[in-house]
């Protein structure tokens, strides 16, 4: 792979290695200057692997990396002064302020002592902080914590920046300020790389995006054309008192044009390329005494390209969403 | 510039979070002052003998006062991860660790004018070489501080640091010479003072203070600079291999 400064991040290859587990198998791809690329996958995928690698908090076993041009493989340091990390911990200073703790982490980019104060009360101002800027940051509550967090890996202004998880375990409405600011940053041009495990978020938020599943990027496009294969399809789904066995079997038979999925047991999920007619489908259930309770339209969204794509139920990622407790939906 | 923005930053953050707690700040004064008492008291000497005493509590303060609070900071930074924040600005590692440990370094030095402080209202210490005197005080701070650095970035616990702390620093103690001149020790453990780096400030401090060295300075100083060089490489190769895995 041979350097190309019009490009803000290239990787090729990137392999990782956990004694027998390989968190990170042999990954490529490329991000634009000033593009948002997603990086999507469940828990355990190897998404903060992967960033701990670019940002050079950890090693890589194979594989190329170039940041801005700059071959990060043997010195990740070389282009430390083009990134940002925003990491998926909030891991700044218990013991210093609010406004102390972005004072330090200016300085550690070699910002002057005036500059850094200015920057540090305009991100307090910007994250809604400025209350609480001579509290101590052991104090804070957690979404005030991820929101400081966030502020410390921009006050040097990168023009690349790295965001693991940034919208994880927080309150919906510092979750919704947290992507005003990535949206308002991604439009000032700043690259950004984020990953997360909330489909939403990527879908609203990135122009590109990349499923990593076990390690491998089991896809890569522009969010547009990923989601080209859903686009026009009709989605009702039924919730039943019980949809029992061979039901699919039966209904696919009865009815021809549409597609059949019993997700759970209390739910049938039809889809089709034209609208779907609930009234015979209703009927049909109720000869079989399967009451329906209610029967409502889905729109097919990225959640349902990633479903099919990767294979993992959307289930898993809603239960890991409610896990984390965050407001990323919202 | 840039650089030494980071530098004096990690320094001064360092002191004003961890080195000037009042409760450190109470045992940087305590702890030399509690030692010379004892030793004191023990040797059964009049006032005007206490500089025999006084190269041990002087190391021994720099001892405690560097490794005890370097190991404890470095091992919690590093496992409440705020010390990736550091890994990830753009400075080297070998600055980064200089300046993490400088006040480590200052806090052990201020240490060491307790007790001589204390000597200098009790006796007359006229007679003291401070050429050698002042840059061995330097050295023996920079050599515990870079030891409590090599033992903090061995240990992933705070726990596993203080034992591993402990481990090194109660058998010097015995074995560099604070307060038992290391001729006088058994032949079969003899051979652990001279890989200890302590004993090495100490036997100038010794000569210095009291004209009692068991080798040349120039030695002294040769060997205790290749502890804090050896040490300190030591150190920055186990960051590089543990805590950027």
């Known amino acids: 792979m041979k350097s190309d400064s019009t490009l803000a991040l290239q990787v090729s290859n990137l392999t990782k290695r956990f004694d027998e587990v390989i968190a990170v198998d042999d990954i490529s791809f490329q991000v634009n200057k000033g593009e948002l690329f997603g990086f999507l996958g469940p828990n355990g995928a190897g998404k903060t692997t992967t960033i701990n690698m670019l940002t050079g908090l950890a090693r890589l076993d194979a594989g190329k990396i170039y940041i801005g041009g700059i071959d990060c493989t043997r010195n990740p340091k070389a282009a430390q002064h083009l990134t940002g990390v925003v990491p998926d911990e909030s891991n700044l200073y218990p013991e210093l302020s609010g406004f102390d703790n972005l004072c330090f982490c200016a300085a550690l980019y070699g910002i002057n002592k005036i500059e850094r104060q200015t920057r540090a009360r305009e991100l307090l101002e910007t994250f809604s902080l400025t209350e609480a800027a001579d509290r101590k940051f052991a104090g804070y509550s957690k979404g005030m914590k991820r929101k400081l967090t966030f502020a410390a890996g921009i006050i040097h202004q990168p023009p690349i920046l790295f965001l693991d998880e940034p919208t994880t375990g927080i309150d919906v409405a510092s979750a919704r300020q947290v992507r005003q600011i990535i949206a308002s940053l991604h439009r000032k041009g700043t690259t950004i790389f984020l990953t997360t495990h909330y489909i939403e978020e990527a879908e609203r938020l990135c122009e590109r995006i990349a499923f990593i599943v076990n390690g491998k990027i089991v896809q890569i496009d522009r969010t547009s054309d990923l989601l080209q294969p859903v686009k026009g399809k009709h989605v009702i789904i039924l919730s039943v008192s019980n949809s029992g066995d061979g039901l699919t079997i039966e209904m696919a038979s009865a009815f021809p044009q549409y597609q059949f999925q019993i997700p759970t047991p209390d739910q049938i999920r039809i889809e089709s390329t034209e609208p779907v007619n609930v009234g015979p489908l209703v009927r049909f259930l109720e000869e079989r005494n399967i009451q329906v309770t209610e029967a409502r339209r889905h729109v097919p969204s990225l959640e349902d390209v990633f479903v099919q794509v990767t294979g993992i139920e959307a289930g898993l990622m809603h239960r890991e969403k409610e896990k984390a407790g965050g407001g990323g939906n919202q | ?245």
């Not at chain 2, 005890?68 to 550091?86: G, P, Q, W």
């Not at chain 2, 033992?151 to 203080?162: G, K, L």
């Open chain 2, 1 to 245: 510039m840039k650089s030494w923005i980071a530098f004096s930053s990690i320094f001064v953050k360092d002191m004003r979070a961890y080195y000037l707690k009042p409760p450190n700040i109470s045992w940087g004064i305590i702890f030399p002052l509690a030692w010379t008492g004892m030793f004191f008291i023990r040797s059964g000497l009049g006032v005007e003998n206490v500089l025999q005493l006084l190269p041990g509590v002087v190391t021994i303060s720099i001892l405690f006062g560097t490794t005890s609070l370097l190991s404890v900071t470095l091992t919690f930074e590093r496992r409440n991860r705020s010390f990736d924040r550091l890994l990830l600005a753009p400075i080297s590692l070998e600055l980064l660790m200089l300046a993490k440990t400088s006040g480590a370094i200052l806090f052990g030095i201020v240490n060491a004018l307790v007790p001589i402080v204390i000597a200098a209202f009790l006796t007359d210490m006229s007679g003291i070489a401070w050429s050698l005197v002042v840059p061995a005080i330097i050295l023996i701070g920079i050599v515990s501080t870079f030891l409590g650095l090599f033992i903090s970035v061995s240990a992933s616990e705070v726990f596993e640091a203080q034992t591993f702390s402990n481990f090194f620093r109660f058998p010097m103690m015995f074995l560099c010479g604070l307060f038992f001149p290391i001729l006088s020790l058994p032949m079969f453990i003899r051979w652990l003072s001279f890989i200890l780096p302590v004993t090495y400030g100490v036997d100038i401090l010794h000569g210095a203070i009291n004209g009692e060295h068991i080798m040349s300075f120039t030695l002294d100083f040769i060997i205790i600079g290749a502890f804090c060089v050896v040490l300190f490489l030591l150190s920055l190769r186990n960051v590089k291999r543990k805590w950027i895995a």
